[in-house]
């Protein structure tokens, strides 16, 4: 993480994706930013997951892995799409909103990680530390650190990290991918 954020950084973030998504749902378009509203963290380019739940249960995940936009159109962008375009899901209904849970994810760069055996990977994956890319070919998947809290073991992690990509489960102990962590600076609303 280059500079931590704020705490009213935070705030403004959890708020913009808020709006957003609220937006959006009931087909209102949203304003331009006012720059001079954002801080310069904000307006610099930044990578970002928004991540909603209801009553703990996932209800949409979408993101950046690489910094591309201003952070705070990043979160605004991936808002709207974790709430509309997740395909696991059906879009969020107006009917939901008041009961959606929203985190945000600002991400590290990504590091390629250098392993030389499955057995070597393992010893070097950092649970509750790493979100985790698996790159195979034209195929990648991610999970964000938080999953390590519903998948603790590594060898469970990485074979669902694979199933994740469409590929088999055992695909990472028969085949060298490329791995990459990244760290995350996760923060959601208060209720």
Known sequence: MTT?????EKQTLLRIARDAIENAVRG???P??????????????GASFVTLTISGDLRGCIGALEAYQPLAEDVREHAIAAALED?????????EL???????SFLTQPQELQYSTPEDLLEKLRPNVDGVILRHGFRKATFL???WEKVADP???????CYKMGVSANTWRETKLQVYTY?????HELN
């Open 183 to 187: 760290q995350v600076e996760e923060f």
């Open 145 to 147: 650190p938080q999953v």
């Open 28 to 30: 209102k378009s949203l």
């Open 155 to 161: 060898s469970d992690f990485l074979d669902q990290l």
């Open 87 to 95: 395909p696991r899901f059906p879009p969020v209904t107006e009917r």
């Open 98 to 104: 008041s009961r959606i849970e929203i985190e945000v």
């Open 4 to 8: 931590p954020l704020t705490e009213g």
């Open 32 to 45: 331009p930013f006012k720059d001079e509203s954002l801080t310069p963290t904000l307006r610099d380019k």
